[in-house]
């Protein structure tokens, strides 16, 4: 069982930064890949960002070159450093993590609640 709690989310202007942060508890070391996704209003969740154990980044077009996903040494808070922010980056993030499959899979079987960013212009 892992649980993951996000926070950080924040209402911003156009163009500041923001870091979001996912700290994860009970069986970590079961983790094969943790990721972010983000859902606008009236929108499908989409996936942004993934790490694996190893340290392999993807992410999706949209904030590639802009937005950053790392981790702790501990492995148990993850990160994501959203810089250059733009009004359609509002959305509800959404942490997650997979103890089943590595990154390539796209699935995950734990799910945070949820930080809200919302960007203004």
């Known amino acids: 069982q892992v649980n993951l709690v996000e926070s950080g989310g924040a209402s911003v202007q156009r163009g500041q930064p923001l870091r979001l942060s996912c700290v994860a508890s009970?069986?970590?070391?079961?983790?094969?890949?943790m990721g972010w996704f983000r859902q606008g209003a009236g929108k499908e969740r989409e996936a942004i960002a993934s790490i694996d154990t190893q340290g392999i980044r993807n992410y999706e077009d949209s904030v590639r070159g802009r937005f950053v996903i790392s981790q702790n040494n501990a492995k148990n808070t993850l990160y994501l450093q959203a810089n250059y922010l733009r009004p359609d980056d509002t959305a509800m993030y959404y942490c997650?993590?997979?103890?089943?499959?590595?990154?390539?899979?796209?699935?995950?079987?734990?799910w945070g609640q949820g930080t809200q960013v919302t960007v203004s212009s």
């Open positions: 997650a993590a997979d103890t089943l499959n590595d990154c390539f899979s796209g699935e995950y079987n734990y």
């Open positions: 009970g069986d970590i070391a079961s983790i094969r890949c």
